[in-house]
């Protein structure tokens, strides 16, 4: 007995103890950092860039979102104690562009407040490059490389896979470009999967080239020229001006006074340094809603395989909870999504939509992904911006079904139906549609197109004819969406917060708080849900886990292009989602 108090005593202590430790080591990070007078901001950009990150991870990383890359530069602009900044980027892993053009172009902001800003490569990637091009200085690492190559895109096809495991691929599509079918469909590019996928290369390409030459002082064509001749060696790229010199970072403090015993401070502890130590006080609340990852219905959560998962029952929450909130004068959409279920986008956009109507202005950010069913959220708000390299449009649909009776006679099984009712079948695993259910699939699916058709033209003020002309599932750069009015301006999420601020009468140059949806839990929520969950309940990595955290990124997208329509949504379900494209 003594024995088991001793056991329960110690277990109680112990557990006080380790409670007590984690709130202290909590009480000190939380701590708004010490900002020396004249310090050099070190940004180190590397990753996925992500939008959102866990509340919070014990022992875990600290990577910053992009919102909070974004607002840190903002706020050391105005900060008198930062004196500039010196930009690491690291390895920049999105196979996306958009993202980096917003980071690049909050440095160009900073820049006009006649502070410094010098760049090191230890790598010289195409968007690690990029992004540093924007700094009034570039020095790149004597043993790297500066592997400015161009922009080239990878597209997977599994017809032939498919036809050699004996699976058949029984999927319609509604538009000639509607693209993400013929992963499953096709063996090669088909002409207009082709033209589209040129169009995306050729416009991200000249934004490349034209915010190179503007940067380093060259025209357009010399910049082409020298795209031909990369990858670089150091003193290559120094004699052909696109560095200012090979140096390693320990040398920097030599060759840039700015640097010479200058006091330094991360992002990762500036992002905590308040507003209101830099003089700003925000007066008025604008509310941000993330809209992060494929689009479905029910509650959002993760898919180890596709990622990020947006539930329109969380969506439609949050978005009820900013135009409950009198405090809250507008809201602004922040979309990274290739799309999804289209019915739950439906049911996202009419949210919005009530948003709009009870006079709470909607101003739609597009970060790197905003296609398909991405898109058609986007058509809720008052106003779309994206950037140049975003990927939108894809206004189309698809939907199907994998027929694996091929699958199992090979491997000796088979699949024996009874059903009652003529179309009880139609989503048999084992045949393909019949001549009269693909008849009912492709009526039901035209007239999801041509509600998309018209929310589009409505939102956009087009005529159903001209929207149909440039929709057909076609995918279109940021850049190309505003030439044909998909989109009314070019810019990041501070362009849409200033459209968002003059439609809800706030002063331009007033600071405003950014309320975040999904809100983020405080450490001691997230340390009382830990509480609360059973004793010993641990979330075990399974095969499936471990294998998944072997694969590239690369691989995790081509794993995702089989297996989305199986692991995410109900069989039928007509979706508005984007081809999956690899551009690296």
Sequence with gaps: ?????????????????????????????????????????????????????????????????????????????????????????????????????????????????????????????????????????????????????????????????????????????????????????????????????????????????NAIADARGKTETEVRALIDQGPFQPVDALRVGLIDEVAYEDELDDLVPQLKDADFIDAEDYVSASWERTGVRRRSRIAVINATGVINSGSSGFDPVNGAVVGSDSLVEYIRDARADDSIKAIVLRVDSP???????????????????????????????????????????????????????????????????????????????????????????????????????????????????????????MSPEKVDEIAQGRVWTGAQAKQIGLVDELGGLYKAIDLAKQRARIPLDEEVELVSYPPHRSFYEVLAEGLSSPAGKVRASSASDALLDLLGPRERRALAAVLAPSRLFRSGQVLAHMPYVFVR
């Design 1 to 209: 007995m003594k024995g088991l108090r001793f056991v329960i005593g110690f277990l109680i202590v112990a557990t006080v103890l380790s409670v007590g430790a984690i709130l202290l080591l909590y009480v000190l990070v939380s701590q708004e950092p010490r900002v020396p007078s004249h310090a050099t901001l070190v940004l180190a950009p590397s990753g996925d860039l992500p939008e959102v990150v866990p509340d919070f991870i014990l022992g875990g990383g600290n990577e910053l979102t992009m919102r909070a890359y974004v607002e840190l530069i903002r706020k050391a602009k105005g900060d008198s104690r930062i004196a500039g900044i010196l930009l690491r980027p690291g390895g920049i892993n999105s196979p996306f562009w958009a993202k980096v053009q917003e980071l690049r172009e909050a440095i160009d902001d900073f820049k006009t407040s006649g502070k410094y800003v010098y760049a090191w490569l230890e790598y010289g990637g195409d968007r690690e490059y990029y992004l540093a091009s924007a700094a009034d200085k570039v020095y790149l690492l004597p043993s790297a490389s500066l592997d400015l190559t161009g922009v080239a895109s990878y597209e997977v096809f599994l017809r032939g896979t498919f036809d050699w495991i004996g699976t058949y691929p029984d999927f319609l599509h509604v538009g000639d470009y509607k693209t993400a079918v013929n992963t499953y469909l096709e063996k090669t590019f088909t002409p207009a999967h082709k033209d589209m996928s040129e169009s995306l290369n050729r416009s991200q390409y000249d934004q490349l080239v």
């Design 339 to 461: 799309g999804g279920s289209s019915t739950a986008s439906d049911v996202i956009w009419r949210e919005l939509s009530i948003s709009r109507e009870n006079h709470r202005p909607v101003i739609v950010s597009m970060s790197d992904l905003a296609a398909s069913g991405g898109y058609y959220i986007a058509l809720g708000g008052d106003a779309i911006v994206a950037q140049p390299g975003t990927l939108t449009g894809s206004i189309g649909v698809y939907t199907g079904k994998f027929v694996i009776s091929g699958s199992l006679e090979k491997m000796g099984a088979n699949i024996e139906a009874t059903s009652h009712g003529q179309h009880a079948q139609i989503y048999s695993p084992d045949r393909r549609f019949s001549p009269e259910e693909r008849t009912k699939i492709e009526e039901s699916m035209q007239v999801v197109y041509d509600q998309f058709i018209e929310r589009t033209a409505a939102a956009r003020h």
